[in-house]
């Protein structure tokens, strides 16, 4: 059959990149979110870019040092909270304007990460 192109080669290991470094870079100042973040993000984001690599397509550069993803369970430490996983959308977005990923792909690529973020709420709202 004929083999189709994964999105992570449109969009390309360097757009990825420079994507993961300006949402981290929200995320560090985001007030819902930093106080779950570790401090130096360095190796979320190089964990980060593996990851969606392989989300979009690409080699599967996560799972060859890491493991299966088996993301839901490496978010039950931090409270996700419904609040939380929308402030991580909205720095997603914002990064996203910033390398001016746009079109189709981009369609396509902020569904993919909703449903996820959604999967990943683990509390309710509340104070924590
Ligand atoms: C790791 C928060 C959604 C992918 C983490 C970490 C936190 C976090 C606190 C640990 C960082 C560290 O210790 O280095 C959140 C919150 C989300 C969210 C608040 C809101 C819904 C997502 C989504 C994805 C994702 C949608 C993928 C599309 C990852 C990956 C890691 C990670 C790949 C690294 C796991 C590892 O340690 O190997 N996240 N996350 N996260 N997150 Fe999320």
């Not at 300006?22 to 990851?51: G, M, N």
Request: proline residues 9%; contains cysteine.
């Amino acid at each position: 059959g004929e083999k189709s192109i994964a999105p992570f080669e449109y969009i390309g290991e360097e757009k990825l990149s420079k994507l993961v470094d300006a949402f981290y870079s929200k995320v560090s100042q985001h007030p819902d979110l930093f106080p779950i973040f570790p401090d130096d993000l360095t190796e979320t984001a190089r964990k980060q870019k593996q990851f969606l690599t392989q989300y979009l397509g690409g080699p599967p550069l996560y799972t060859e040092e890491h493991g299966h993803p088996m993301l839901r369970a490496r978010h039950l430490p931090f409270p996700i909270t419904p609040t939380r996983a929308r402030a991580w959308l909205s720095c997603m977005r914002e990064a996203m304007d910033e390398v001016e990923l746009h079109g189709d792909l981009r369609d396509f690529f902020y569904h993919r990460l909703e449903l996820t973020a959604n999967h990943m709420v683990n509390q309710p709202e509340g104070p924590g």
